[in-house]
């Protein structure tokens, strides 16, 4: 498959799924299984992982559940419901503990006590008390928002509206999971798909006499916000949750160690079925709530807890044919054109093969008949091949070592950090020499996250390069539009809208740009971070031209891969004449500084030495919270050396000599208050 039908196939599951979000939350009309909602869900976090070009705003990445019914009253969460990451082996327990112990900087013998808890495959519910009182109940909505379903709520037996023990906090945000249980769905099987579906569809009734007649249940496992709970620890919360009134999971357990973990996964696992209501895998929190609080959070799940699902579904196909797609970076990557197939309620056709090096390892075919999985990385890949039943006549596949596109030799790249050969093969061609790459990079260029042309999406890409309307990106400002209304399918009007799009966004910021770019390794995280540092496009245009480069070695977060990928780029003459005509085109906002007003405001740090009981990660990050900057180099203007334990001494020294203020831990915790 080419880029531009991943394109086409991401977009029309982030269509999909937008569609099941409305149907699942504003009409309380689900139209697909849990299983199915889940496998969507998997394979567009798991396409955007590969494939750096993609990117919607409504992606599962980006929002959590679907905005708030027009049927009830929006009411802010007092805190965000927060999704959680997800787990399927035991490296990713593995690495999911070695996080936490790197961001608390502890040893690897530093022994971490998890909650462990079933998870319910329910519909998720916010429940606030003051004073003991149940003022409000809300659904989860996008995670920022619910809907005011109180009153719903308040049918559930096993919900209180009134607690009076003298331990329950005075405010306190409960929040759990509604279900069904199995045994109770048999008599509503006929009007339901699953348990869940008639969960949610049961809650969000608008007469709260319908939701009576439904037998939901409600399990409750964490809080949000609360106010003066002498609570330190998540399974000391259950056990008064327990005392408060709520049901809790009669399997939670209390468990230290990846393999404990794991013994206790398969434990459960074997016994899902006997179990009376759906769990869909379990979830580990760290069991202390100040670790918690230290972990924080990333994006929109906490560092401190995973969701470890049960194990993927296979099954079995016959590989038709092995398409190679060309992305923007000229990677190389091999797809397996299978039979199509339904696994776990989804109908498969495509199954990644990740690289070469893959194939040379499982000695894969076309015409072979393999085992395909729909597991962790979502995408589905090619598991085994069944050598028995592989044709006679059947020859092992070569990968090309020409350019499908341009011709172009494809190499495998030195990884100096590794010290071996990247597993992917990439196109040698550089800048706009390779036309699908080309394509690519001007998809990018016009994207949401890049310029954002509205209507200029990727089959005008392709039509206009095509007519050689367009062959770089600053074509895109210069283009024939006398022409262009005579093409079909235009007319006046939405040749117009075209233009007025095109010339809105001759006005772009600086970080926009170097993202649009589209350079290797460069993101917008870290078109921010040299946005920030250089200011200027024309300072970003002078790193070439004064042979400046060494300035990016000051940008904490940017390191040698990036800066030779930047390098590269100023090389090709093609990318050049690029950033000189898009200088003369476009109005480009130059990156302002914008700090909030913390104790650390305006002061600029620099960390050397092992601190005690903190990582760098969790340094760093309490200095950009509190408005202070970090920089990796020794220079004048850094602010403030902070030293830790065996610090290193050329620095130090340097520092010194900068006159630059060199301080303890203590000194630089004392600033924080």
Known sequence: MNPIKIKKAYLDKIKQIIKYNQNYYEKSDPLVSDLEYDNLKK????????????????????????????????????????????????????????????????????????????????????????????ITGLSRGDGKEGEDITENLKTIKDIPHLIKVKNFPEQIDIRGEVYIQNSDFEKLSDKFANPRNAASGSLRQKNPKETKKIPLRFIAYTHGFEKNMQITSQSEYLKYLNDWGFNINPLNKTIKGVKNLLKNYFEIEKKRNEIDFDIDGIVY???????????????????????????????????????????????????????????????????????????????????DTVVVERAGDVIPHI?????????????????????????????????????????VRRCSSEGFECEKISIEKLKHFVSKEALNIEGFGKKIVENFWNLKLIKFPQDIFNLDY???????????????????????????????????????????????????NLKSFSNFINLSKLNRFD?????????????????????????????????????????????????????????????ENMSRAEAKSLIEINSGTIISNISKKLDYLIIGNKPTKRKVDSAKELNVKVISQSDWLKMLD
């Not at 399927?88 to 462990?116: G, H, P, V």
């Not at 197939?341 to 076309?366: C, F, M, P």
């Not at 092992?396 to 590794?418: A, D, Q, R, W």
């Not at 809208?497 to 995280?525: M, P, Q, V, W």
Request: proline share 3%.
């Open 551 to 611: 300035e990016l070695q000051n940008i904490d977060g940017i390191g040698e891969t990036q800066i030779n990928s930047i390098k590269s780029f100023f090389l090709n003459k093609d990318n050049l004449k690029i950033l000189n005509d898009l200088s003369k085109i476009l109005s480009v906002n130059h990156s302002v500084d914008v700090k909030k007003n913390g104790p650390l405001k305006d002061k600029t740090f620099m960390l050397t030495g092992k601190l």
């Open 383 to 423: 598991v085994s091949v069944n050598i028995k039943k592989r044709e006679k006549n059947s020859k092992k596949f070569v990968f090309p070592l020409k350019c499908p596109s341009c011709g172009s030799k494809t190499i495998k790249e030195y990884n100096s950090t590794t010290k071996k050969k990247d597993a």
């Open 285 to 367: 929190k760290v069991n202390n709530f100040q670790l918690q609080k230290r972990l924080g959070n990333v994006a929109n799940a906490p560092r401190w807890a995973i969701a470890h699902k049960f194990s993927a579904t296979s099954g079995t196909s016959k590989i038709q044919d092995i398409d190679i797609q060309i992305g923007r970076t000229g990677a190389l990557t091999p797809v397996a054109k299978i039979k199509p197939t339904n696994i776990g309620g989804v109908v498969v056709s495509n199954a990644t093969l990740h690289n070469e090096d893959e194939i040379i390892r499982k000695d894969i075919r076309i015409g």
């Open 43 to 134: 394979e567009i976090i798991a396409l955007e992982k590969k494939y750096k070009f993609l990117s919607h705003p409504n992606s599962p990445t980006k929002i959590v559940g679907y905005k708030p019914s027009k049927n009830f009253k929006k009411i802010k969460h007092l805190t965000p419901m927060l999704s959680l990451s997800n787990a399927f082996t035991e490296s990713d327990l593995i690495n999911f503990e070695k996080r936490i112990i790197n961001f608390l900087n502890e040893k690897n013998n530093f022994e971490i006590e998890y909650s462990a808890e079933p998870k319910i495959d329910g519909i998720s519910a916010s429940l606030f008390y003051k004073n003991g009182k149940l």
């Open 482 to 532: 006398d022409k262009i209304l005579n093409l079909d399918g235009w007319g006046r009007q939405s040749v117009s809208n075209l233009k007025y799009s095109i010339d809105t966004r001759k006005k772009i910021s600086f970080e926009k740009l170097i993202f649009a770019l589209g350079i290797r390794h460069i993101g917008l995280e870290n078109a921010k971070l040299i946005a920030k």
